[in-house]
Nanobody, 126 residues
Framework: QVQLVESGGGSVQVGDSLRLSCVVS????????MGWFRQAHGKERESVAAVSWSGNGTWYSDSVKGRFTISREDAKNTVFLQMNSLKPEDTGVYYCAAGLSHTDYVFNQGYQYDYWGQGTQVTVSS
């Protein structure tokens, strides 16, 4: 059973930073492409960032490009999302996802992922 557990969310001010973590248990993270998604209240879930299983490929949505950084530490079965210069529109529940991968592609669509975490709340106040 593969489980993903996010942590690191919280309430911050505009311009602050947060680092989200996602620990994967039940199977090695090395065979998964990993991604972060978010869902604001009343809105659809959107893809924020993704990293290929090797770590060589990354993708970011235009709304976070230059401010967020996704990284993975396979030895710890963990993927991170460093979020800098936070804005009120970054507010939402952030979900980590893992997609079984046979190629070193970057998955940026929800249907490409097999496992999801429960989410962690990020609130940015002005």
């Amino acid at each position: 059973q593969v489980q993903l557990v996010e942590s690191g969310g919280g309430s911050v001010q505009v311009g602050d930073s947060l680092r989200l973590s996602c620990v994967v248990s039940g199977r090695t993270i090395r065979i998964y492409g990993m991604g972060w998604f978010r869902q604001a209240h009343g809105k659809e879930r959107e893809s924020v960032a993704a990293v290929s299983w090797s770590g060589n490929g990354t993708w970011y949505s235009d709304s976070v490009k230059g401010r967020f950084t996704i990284s993975r530490e396979d030895a710890k079965n963990t993927v991170f999302l460093q979020m800098n210069s936070l804005k009120p529109e970054d507010t939402g529940v952030y979900y980590c996802a893992a997609g079984l991968s046979h190629t070193d592609y970057v998955f940026n669509q929800g249907y490409q992922y097999d496992y999801w975490g429960q989410g962690t709340q990020v609130t940015v106040s002005s």
